[in-house]
């Protein structure tokens, strides 16, 4: 099989203050995968996520990205390949113009000029939204800010697009042609989500994470379907919706 | 929605100090307004016509009057200082019409409406004509510390997200039949403004992580460099340059 893009093994972190948060996580995804990542509140999802990039350093076990330890010296390689893409757009877009923003990754790399504006003009293209380059991402619309959010992330042609809660706060109409972008995204998505509905239609496998481990991993319609484990760890279908 | 003050300070148009790079135009406004300043108090004639100056590059511009006249209210503090100067300083007085003044005070006082009205005059045309990134990006060009630079730029971008809150908060306080009349309404206001810190701290940590995740290594990327050509420079340093003049033959003769 081929080198998992994410490969994270016996993965267990304790925050400061002493509350432990993961407990041992093993997980892979492989090249081309979708996968939701779901969970209750509270579960140890975003401190997992912190880990992808080496924000968070595990305390026991270790993470490879395409096969590079997650470690201080190649912080800066893992930070490209692995896209983390927040879930409040307004964090993640703090430079004045959308354009900045978009050239901040990049340009963090090394990329200058006319490499530069090619790049930022290809991400912005990708999620469909090249005519906003010039305006202040705090006068666009929250569905549009959300795009953004994820072009800023894939000028970096990252090898895997990690997405927290991407269909929260966005109208029915914002959410269906996300879903459209993100399926036409050559990419590798790992995506958090509380939108079990959101997971079936996107993600062919899903992993459940529940008080700092994985209680299932499988393809999503079967993971939804175990009732039993579903109730057990707090996870339900919006009612009126049936697999 | 979004109504900072950033939104409404620049007006778009295409004249030459709308073309002027912003590092060349904030150059050449730094100089004008210290030329200005060195000229003697006594030169009355060559402040008038350097106000008269600031006031052509203001006109040139094609700002709308009503667009500018509000924000040369900045002054109001020096202009009511500079009308209370001649009354309160000592020395040799002259008659004003029916009251006598201080003589000292009131060359000093009529300086300082010159000086000032034409620094706040030049200060306006160019704000007007630069876009608040714009401002950051010349700040950063000409070398300014990247802890201020950056502050510089979080504030642009954060300032109406911050204003959004507040407006949300107020919305939600006064909808719990909140008003705040007396000062028992105080410790309410008090809290809310803690609450803004604590929010907008918080959103500095997440923004902190999101740069960190896009590979932030405690230095801005300079994305689109500035570059200003002679003629700029020469354009931009010409008022400063009649400044300058003006203040040399005035201590010549």
């Keep these: ?243 | 929605m979004g109504s900072g003050h950033s939104a409404h300070l620049h007006v778009a148009g295409d004249t030459l100090l709308h073309r002027l790079p912003p590092h060349v135009k904030l150059v050449g406004l730094l100089a004008f307004v210290l030329a200005t300043v060195s000229v003697p108090n006594g030169a009355r004639p060559v402040l008038v016509v350097l106000l008269g100056l600031a006031v052509a590059v203001l006109v040139s511009t094609r700002v709308p009057v009503r667009h500018v006249l509000p924000r040369l209210a900045v002054e109001t503090p020096f202009a009511v200082f500079a009308l209370v100067l001649p009354f309160v300083a000592v020395g040799p007085e002259v008659e004003l019409g029916p009251v006598s003044v201080s003589e000292p005070g009131l060359v000093a006082a009529v300086a300082l409406l010159l000086k000032g009205t034409t620094g706040v005059v030049c200060a306006v045309a160019f704000a007007v004509t630069t876009e608040p990134r714009d401002l950051v990006r010349a700040l950063q060009h000409l070398r300014v510390p990247d802890p201020l630079v950056t502050i510089a730029s979080f504030m642009v971008r954060y300032v109406e997200v911050v204003a959004d809150q507040l407006r949300r908060m107020r919305v939600a306080r006064d909808s719990r039949g909140f008003r705040s009349r007396s000062v028992r309404a105080w410790p309410a206001l008090a809290s809310s403004t803690g609450a803004l810190f604590i929010r907008s701290y918080e959103r500095g940590e997440r923004v902190h992580l999101a740069m960190l995740s896009r590979g932030y290594g405690g230095r801005m990327p300079v994305t689109a460099p500035l570059a200003g050509r002679p003629v700029q420079w020469a354009v931009a340093l010409a008022p400063a340059a009649v400044a300058v003049a003006g203040s040399v033959a005035v201590r010549a003769a």
């Design chain 1, 1 to 243: 099989m081929s080198t998992p893009v994410l490969d994270l093994r016996r993965v267990a972190y304790a925050y400061p203050g002493g509350h432990q948060a993961l407990y041992g996580v093993d997980l892979h995804v492989h090249p081309g995968e979708r996968v939701a990542l779901l969970g209750p509140n509270g579960a140890g999802k975003t401190t997992l996520v912190l880990h992808l990039n080496g924000i968070l350093t595990p305390g026991h076990g270790s993470v490879h990205v395409s096969g590079l330890p997650v470690a201080e010296e190649n912080l800066l390689e893992v930070r490209r390949r692995v896209g983390i893409v927040f879930q409040d757009p307004d964090d993640q877009l703090f430079m004045p113009t959308v354009r900045d923003d978009v050239a901040f990754g990049p340009a963090n790399l090394g990329l200058r000029g006319a490499e530069l504006d090619a790049r930022v003009q290809e991400a912005l293209a990708a999620v469909d939204v090249a005519d906003l380059a010039g305006r202040a991402p705090h006068h666009l619309s929250f569905g549009q800010r959300r795009r953004v959010a994820i072009a800023t992330v894939l000028a970096m042609r990252p090898e895997i697009l990690v997405l927290d809660e991407p269909s929260s706060n966005l109208d029915p109409a914002s959410r269906r042609e996300l879903a459209a972008i993100l399926r036409s995204l050559d990419v590798t998505i790992l995506m958090v989500t509380h939108d079990l509905p959101y997971a079936v239609e996107l993600c062919e496998r899903s992993v459940v994470l529940s008080e700092g481990t994985i209680v299932a991993d499988g393809p999503t319609r079967e993971v939804l379907a175990d009732d039993a484990l579903m109730a057990r760890h707090r996870l339900e279908m919006p009612a009126g919706f049936s697999l």
